[in-house]
């Protein structure tokens, strides 16, 4: 009878002795984007972040869990097993932990929320980096674990005694789960007293008062008379919004709402983006109260500095879900809350957003340039009548490009 080959001992030996130098590699690379992220993307990181270590899975723990997810081949290993190469963002408090894991959500990555009966808990994070090895480029998939300090203590306490034995005794997986349920109730604790004290130095300054939902709405409606406030609109997002970029009082955003060089700043950016759209007609047109509100605060926050400008592209980009130039980075499908969605077509509806200072739009059809790039970029093989970015061959039609 024969029978079904498991992963041999040996052969995956080699392979990660022949692996472990690009292991190696993206350990390192890893760590230091972990560590860019953080910076670019958290205020207060020092309060925030009380560890990140990296680490290689051991050759012995990567065989066993290769074992226990049916691995016949060592090629299979890596997207079998997606943390060879992991990072463990250890941080304060439970909310500390929610916004190290909104950076990645919002870029589209895999994010699970580990609660095991075991008294395991934590956020695991999958991306891929791209790496290029042996002249081939891939995707190297890396697991991100973002725990409390308290959920870090328990795996510090129990975890690694308990990772690779079989024989689990009843009592001492009580005893363990049992830890883990206290770290959770210190957790909870810790983030109550993070909260009460956030309240405190909220109520103790006159200026906060009057800043409520209602009083922003207020103000909102006040700056916005005319606009078009979408029923969804989030005041208690918007409020911590603005309390995380400093801004605690009406007072406070009155002054912003009137500075002249955060709306000039902000329409710059609007107009570079939109001026070639014929829907356009001032940034009204294409955002949100709300959605300004958060563009002029975060300008703000960094001083209308170039940092500034590149936060605010990110934040418009996020808001419209828009796809933008590979060239210059000018929005080129914006997918905003006037667009209609068409079924047939599979898309959101891109009439009329071609201005008349362009090409028409018969000779614009690129997901990667705006208007303006395609003409500067692209090249029209008049044997076949594709455009290409290579200026002297035709992809399409395997000729060198015949031109005019």
């Given at each position: 009878m024969?029978?079904?080959?498991?992963?041999?001992?040996?052969d995956?030996n080699?392979?990660?002795?022949e692996?472990?130098?690009?292991?190696?590699r993206?350990?390192?690379?890893l760590?230091?984007?972990?560590?860019?992220?953080?910076?670019d993307?958290?205020?207060s990181?020092?309060k925030?972040v009380v560890?990140?270590?990296s680490?290689?899975?051991?050759?012995?723990?990567?065989?066993?869990?290769g074992?226990?997810r049916g691995?016949?081949?060592t090629?299979?290993?890596?997207t079998?097993?997606g943390?060879?190469?992991?990072?463990?963002?250890?941080?304060k408090?439970l909310?500390?932990?929610?916004?190290?894991?909104s950076?990645?959500?919002?870029?589209?990555?895999?994010?699970?929320?580990k609660?095991?009966?075991?008294?395991?808990?934590?956020?695991?994070?999958n991306?891929d980096?791209?790496v290029?090895?042996?002249g081939?480029t891939?995707?190297?998939?890396?697991?991100?674990?973002v725990k409390?300090l308290?959920q870090?203590?328990?795996?510090v306490l129990s975890?690694?005694?308990?990772?690779?034995?079989?024989d689990?005794d009843?009592l001492?997986s009580?005893?363990q789960a049992?830890i883990?349920?206290?770290?959770?109730a210190?957790?909870k604790?810790?983030q109550g007293?993070r909260?009460?004290m956030a309240?405190?130095?909220v109520?103790q300054?006159p200026?906060n008062?009057s800043?409520?939902?209602?009083?922003l709405?207020?103000?909102?409606?006040d700056?916005?008379?005319d606009?078009?406030?979408?029923?969804?609109?989030?005041?208690a997002?918007?409020?911590?919004?603005?309390?995380?970029?400093?801004?605690k009082?009406?007072?406070?955003?009155?002054?912003l709402?009137?500075n002249?060089r955060?709306?000039?700043f902000?329409?710059?950016i609007v107009d570079y983006h939109?001026?070639v759209?014929?829907f356009y007609?001032?940034?009204?047109?294409?955002?949100t109260?709300e959605q300004?509100?958060?563009?002029?605060?975060?300008?703000d926050f960094?001083?209308l500095k170039?940092?500034?400008?590149?936060k605010?592209?990110?934040?418009?980009?996020g808001f419209?879900?828009?796809?933008?130039?590979?060239?210059?980075?000018?929005i080129?499908h914006?997918?905003?809350?006037?667009?209609?969605?068409?079924?047939?077509?599979?898309e959101y509806?891109r009439?009329g957003?071609?201005?008349?200072?362009?090409?028409p739009?018969a000779?614009w059809d690129s997901?990667?340039?705006?208007?303006?790039?395609?003409v500067?970029?692209m090249?029209e093989?008049?044997?076949?009548?594709?455009y290409?970015d290579n200026?002297?061959f035709?992809t399409?039609c395997?000729?060198f490009?015949?031109?005019s």
């Amino acid at each position: 009878m024969g029978g079904t080959k498991e992963l041999d001992q040996k052969d995956f030996n080699s392979w990660y002795l022949e692996h472990l130098g690009l292991f190696e590699r993206i350990k390192q690379r890893l760590h230091s984007y972990m560590v860019q992220s953080l910076q670019d993307n958290l205020r207060s990181q020092d309060k925030k972040v009380v560890h990140i270590s990296s680490r290689i899975k051991s050759p012995q723990r990567l065989f066993e869990k290769g074992i226990k997810r049916g691995v016949r081949n060592t090629k299979d290993i890596l997207t079998v097993v997606g943390d060879t190469v992991g990072i463990c963002i250890v941080c304060k408090n439970l909310s500390d932990a929610e916004e190290i894991k909104s950076i990645w959500e919002t870029e589209g990555c895999h994010v699970e929320r580990k609660n095991y009966p075991s008294g395991y808990r934590a956020i695991h994070i999958n991306i891929d980096l791209k790496v290029t090895y042996h002249g081939t480029t891939m995707d190297f998939p890396c697991e991100i674990q973002v725990k409390t300090l308290a959920q870090h203590t328990w795996s510090v306490l129990s975890h690694d005694d308990f990772y690779s034995s079989d024989d689990k005794d009843e009592l001492l997986s009580d005893l363990q789960a049992r830890i883990g349920d206290i770290l959770e109730a210190v957790d909870k604790m810790s983030q109550g007293i993070r909260d009460g004290m956030a309240k405190r130095v909220v109520a103790q300054d006159p200026r906060n008062d009057s800043f409520t939902e209602a009083t922003l709405l207020a103000v909102i409606e006040d700056r916005w008379p005319d606009a078009r406030t979408p029923e969804t609109l989030d005041l208690a997002y918007l409020l911590q919004e603005l309390r995380d970029y400093s801004v605690k009082s009406v007072a406070e955003l009155t002054k912003l709402l009137e500075n002249r060089r955060v709306q000039e700043f902000l329409k710059d950016i609007v107009d570079y983006h939109f001026k070639v759209f014929k829907f356009y007609q001032g940034i009204d047109s294409v955002l949100t109260p709300e959605q300004q509100l958060v563009l002029m605060v975060t300008a703000d926050f960094y001083d209308l500095k170039d940092v500034a400008k590149q936060k605010v592209e990110d934040r418009i980009y996020g808001f419209l879900q828009a796809e933008y130039c590979v060239n210059c980075g000018r929005i080129i499908h914006p997918t905003f809350f006037g667009s209609s969605w068409n079924e047939e077509a599979g898309e959101y509806d891109r009439k009329g957003i071609l201005s008349v200072q362009y090409r028409p739009e018969a000779d614009w059809d690129s997901d990667f340039y705006c208007p303006e790039c395609f003409v500067e970029t692209m090249t029209e093989c008049l044997r076949c009548g594709v455009y290409t970015d290579n200026k002297d061959f035709c992809t399409n039609c395997n000729e060198f490009i015949e031109q005019s």
